[in-house]
């Protein structure tokens, strides 16, 4: 038997399904579709699983995703084909230490990206995603609201551009989006000046200042079809690549540049928690009968309101 013709027979017996993000390896992202399961953005990952029957979720992305789902769904067996696989956003924003930040500014709403930990969001007003960050906030703006916002700056500051909201921001960053550098854009956009730039919203202002499009993975997944372009150059962790091509096999995706190269770039726009995910974990965490996600459940429930808003708001 090969590795994938064992795991599709694993995930029968263990009435089982993939849910898995954009930033995944593409040979991942194909077993996902194929066998049942989806390929999204984190927000359609929790929507998906926590409305799927199947009574186990293996969670390919990083650790908060499968941590939502469990949130979301404590019925379930929650998976994840690796155990380290975590988001320098999440590791950027401890719980204790936002916990007293929150304390310092009790008369802000606290609004938090998904990108974080279940105690973080268990603080939390509403958890958002790059989806829908912006709409939310808009209409906490319109309420009259205060934000107090963590962990991304810079999706913080291009929703605070947006909105015209008051927002208090919390200084995390990605390491992959954080890299993405304008000079280079700029540079590689003039020699490619029939391409469109799209660009992640946690890249940094100057980058995204040079977007034709800024906006999460769906969103940018979507241009690239509605745009009548044929050349795109994109700003944000390779994995989404794979997509677009398979969706759009007549157009060119270049990925944007970032810092350094090679062996000198920290990240190379491939997020290196996410490139954990592989068939061999895959097929580890579904052969055995432990490491499943496990939280603290007084904390899950706390944690679940704030993304329930999220998902209501959202429908
Ligand atoms: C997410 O929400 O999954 C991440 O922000 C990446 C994206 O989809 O924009």
Not at 283 to 292: I, P, Y
Request: charged share 20%; net charge negative.
């Amino acid at each position: 038997d090969t590795s994938l013709q064992r795991i599709r027979a694993l995930l029968q017996k263990r009435d089982a399904v993939i849910v898995a993000h954009y930033y995944v390896d593409g040979e991942l992202q194909e077993l996902a579709r194929e066998t049942g399961g989806c390929v999204g953005d984190s927000l359609e990952m929790a929507r998906f699983g926590a409305e799927h029957p199947a009574s186990t979720l293996v969670v390919a992305g990083v650790r908060f995703m499968g941590e939502t789902a469990k949130i979301l769904s404590p019925e379930k067996t929650i998976l994840m084909p690796d155990d380290e696989a975590t988001c320098s956003l999440d590791l950027g924003c401890p719980a204790d230490t936002f916990s007293q930040f929150c304390d310092q500014h009790p008369e802000r709403t606290v609004v938090v990206y998904a990108n974080t930990s279940a105690a973080v969001k268990a603080r939390a007003d509403w958890v958002v995603t790059s989806s829908v960050g912006k709409e939310i906030v808009a209409h906490l703006h319109a309420r009259g609201e205060k934000i107090l916002w963590a962990p991304d700056r810079h999706l913080g500051a291009y929703i605070q551009q947006q909105t015209g909201a008051d927002m208090l921001l919390w200084q995390g960053s990605c390491v992959v989006h954080d890299e993405f550098k304008a000079d280079e854009l700029a540079l590689l956009a003039h020699e490619h000046p029939e391409a469109a730039i799209l660009v992640h919203p946690e890249s940094p202002a100057p980058v995204a200042a040079l977007a034709h499009v800024v906006g999460s993975t769906t969103q940018l997944i979507a241009a690239a079809g509605r745009l009548e372009n044929e050349t795109f150059i994109v700003a944000t962790d390779q994995g989404i690549l794979h997509d677009m091509r398979k969706r759009y096999p007549r157009k060119r995706f270049m990925p944007a540049p970032t810092a350094g190269q090679g062996a000198t770039c920290k990240s190379c726009a491939m997020c290196p928690w996410m490139a954990m995910n592989s068939l061999g974990g895959i097929e580890r965490v579904l052969t055995s009968e432990v490491g499943a996600i496990e939280l603290d459940a007084a904390l899950a429930l706390a944690a679940r309101t704030p993304i329930e808003r999220m998902l209501r708001f959202a429908a």
